[in-house]
Nanobody, 115 residues
Framework: QVQLVESGGGLVQAGGSLRLSCAASGSIFSINIMAWYRQAPGKQRELVAAITSGGTTTYTDSVKGRFTISRDNAKKAVYLQMNSLKPEDTAVYYC?????????WGQGTQVTVSS
């Protein structure tokens, strides 16, 4: 019943920017943690950034200073602004939300950064 729809992925040159969006729909009353994960071919899925309901953010070291996570509670959406993109950022990006005991994942969106 709950669905997360992602958008904003694509192909960009190194040094460029992309903005990922993820909107939740369904019977959701409140959302605790919202986050972005990514998975590159042959690698494990890793946490990129997370934001709590209180606005506290965390980032993996490799994206600090380049990526910014934000949320719009009224729209039940989470965003990831990605600047100064590098080829090593290439991966499928997944949004994630936690609602009490339940976890939900987006379908994934491909981000490809060329040299």
């Amino acid at each position: 019943q709950v669905q997360l729809v992602e958008s904003g992925g694509g192909l960009v040159q190194a040094g460029g920017s992309l903005r990922l969006s993820c909107a939740a729909s369904g019977s959701i009353f409140s959302i605790n943690i919202m986050a972005w994960y990514r998975q590159a071919p042959g690698k494990q899925r890793e946490l990129v950034a997370a934001i709590t309901s209180g606005g506290t953010t965390t980032y993996t070291d490799s994206v600090k200073g380049r990526f910014t996570i934000s949320r719009d509670n009224a729209k039940k959406a989470v965003y990831l602004q990605m600047n100064s993109l590098k080829p090593e950022d290439t991966a499928v990006y997944y949004c994630y939300i936690n609602v009490f005991r339940d976890n939900f994942w987006g379908q994934g969106t491909q981000v490809t950064v060329s040299s």
